[in-house]
């Protein structure tokens, strides 16, 4: 279908840097997304490869050529937009022949392409319906259909699901798994959800202030975070970080911060002193019971199946995951325990992983 690469893309805004020096490569088929907190220019980068932004600098190529400066309409892509976008005043069957209409196809390959396109989406008992009597998710996948008929090298998706319900919206990232798995098309979405991101992606790639902090599969960047900022930003509630020392003891090496002192799974005899780190812990990966923790419960959430528990340790406050009832109560004195292997080790004032690691094991 289409292979897309971004070569160093930037965009100004005045004297702000929305988009800065993004080098990308979404191979062919690939169900690429882009993953960020509002304003980090995950939207920006998407609408200058769809042409509808010019950038400040950089260049954009679809299957090796250079369409960065070509239009919207001369780009072999299709674009699925937030707000749906379809023409009110038409029936579902015209919102999607539009693009071909457009193009001046004869009316029985539009009909054809149309049926086809509704058949797949489950549309096909609509098409004679107009938006205002469609769900918010048979909207957006008229959306859909209509991206889908021009038949494009490649989907870009700028928060398609973000106007759904949770319910709708997770029947709706089903829809699209599986319509990428059928196409085997090139997908480009946005979203700042990152459940979406983990569950439909082949790979995620998640921005910060208009850079790209890390790329890698789901499981790369929540099991093996590039920073503090990735480690901070993925997960529900995301990993505890916390400033620490490392320090050498009796042949090995151990995380000391107040109310802390746990193991690390590598010796180090050569070590020459203490290294200020900042030490990250996934809140699953927190066992309440004997332990190098040691704190005072502050809060417990209960979730159903399972439980936050809050615990303050020193000056600072971590969140464990555990099952329910996870047994503790508020204010009383817990200890708390990690698998060495679970310690994520970065650099104070870079906030970038440290090249020695702990080896993670598979989640």
Do not use: W
Not at 131 to 151: I, T
């Amino acid at each position: 279908m289409a292979r897309l690469q971004i070569d160093a893309v930037s965009k100004m805004f005045g004297a702000t840097h929305a988009v800065r020096a993004v080098d990308l490569d979404i191979a062919d088929g690939e169900f690429m997304v882009l993953l960020g907190p509002s304003g980090c220019g995950k939207s920006t980068l998407l609408r200058m490869i769809a042409g509808l932004e010019q950038p400040s600098g950089g260049r954009i190529l679809l299957d090796g050529a250079d369409i960065t400066e070509l239009g919207p309409r001369r780009r072999d892509l299709a674009m699925v937009f937030q707000s749906y976008a379809l023409y009110p005043h038409l029936t579902v069957a015209k919102n999607i022949g539009f693009p071909l209409r457009a193009r001046r196809v004869p009316k029985a390959a539009i009909a054809q392409r149309v049926s086809r396109v509704a058949s797949t989406l489950e549309l096909s008992e609509l098409l004679g319906r107009k938006p205002a009597a469609l769900s918010g998710g048979q909207r957006q996948r008229v959306a859909l259909a209509r991206a889908m008929v021009r038949e494009p090298g490649a989907f870009l998706m700028d928060e398609p699901l973000s106007n759904l319900d949770a319910k709708l919206r997770s029947a709706t990232r089903a829809e699209l798994i599986a319509l990428h798995r059928e196409l085997g098309a090139t997908f480009l979405y946005v979203t700042h959800d990152q459940v979406e991101a983990m569950t439909m992606a082949t790979r995620i790639a998640l921005l910060n202030d208009g850079r790209v902090e890390q790329v890698g599969t789901p499981a790369e960047l929540y099991d093996r975070p590039r920073s503090t900022f990735v480690a901070g930003f993925l997960g529900a509630p995301p990993a505890n970080l916390f400033p620490a020392l490392v320090t050498g003891r009796d042949g090995g090496l151990r995380v000391i911060a107040d109310g802390v002192d746990v193991a690390l799974p590598f010796d180090d005899p050569d070590s020459g002193g203490d290294t200020a780190v900042v030490a990250g812990i996934r809140p699953e990966h927190l066992r309440i019971g004997a332990g190098g923790i040691r704190g005072r419960v502050s809060m417990v959430e209960n979730l159903g199946s399972e439980e936050l528990v809050h615990v303050t340790v020193g000056a600072q406050r971590l969140c464990a995951r555990a099952p329910r009832p996870a047994g503790v109560a508020v204010g009383a004195d817990i200890a708390l325990d990690v698998d060495p292997d679970r310690i994520h080790l970065f650099h104070p004032g870079s906030g970038l992983r440290l090249r020695r690691q702990p080896a993670m094991a598979t989640r």
